[in-house]
Nanobody, 126 residues
Framework: MELVESGGGLVQAGGSLRLSCAAS????????MGWFRQAPGKEREFVAA?????????????VKGRFTISRDNAKNTVYLQMMYLQMNSLKLEDTAVYYC???????????????WGQGTQVTVSS
């Protein structure tokens, strides 16, 4: 089972980035998927999550209205799930390593999530 993030990079404040996560190796189709981030010297924090049937989405207050999580179930297969995080109006404080994760039932706590990617760096400059 593997989760691989992509799309990170360097962007100016106010700009946009789109992160992608490819989940494969087992059936993630019934899993909630989400994004967490960790800045230097800080704990890993919840960013956004989406239910397996895309009916429910969850966002941290700090990113509401700026970030959008999605998964394209029309293209996803049982053993390959793609998930995205569209990040707009980026701020300096959004700088962090962003991690993709999957879990059978939603939780805002990182310790409850089952599977993790290696992370992708997002750096917002002034």
């Amino acid at each position: 089972m593997e989760l691989v993030e992509s799309g990170g990079g360097l962007v100016q404040a106010g700009g946009s980035l789109r992160l992608s996560c490819a989940a494969s190796g087992r059936s993630f189709s019934s899993y909630h998927m989400g994004w967490f981030r960790q800045a230097p010297g800080k704990e890993r924090e919840f960013v956004a999550a989406i239910s397996w049937n895309v009916i429910s989405t969850y966002y941290a207050d700090s990113v509401k209205g700026r970030f959008t999580i999605s998964r394209d179930n029309a293209k996803n297969t049982v053993y390959l799930q793609m998930m995205y995080l569209q990040m707009n109006s980026l701020k300096l404080e959004d700088t962090a390593v962003y991690y993709c994760a999957a879990v059978p039932s939603y939780s805002a706590y990182a310790r409850n999530w089952s599977y993790w990617g290696q992370g992708t760096q997002v750096t917002v400059s002034s």
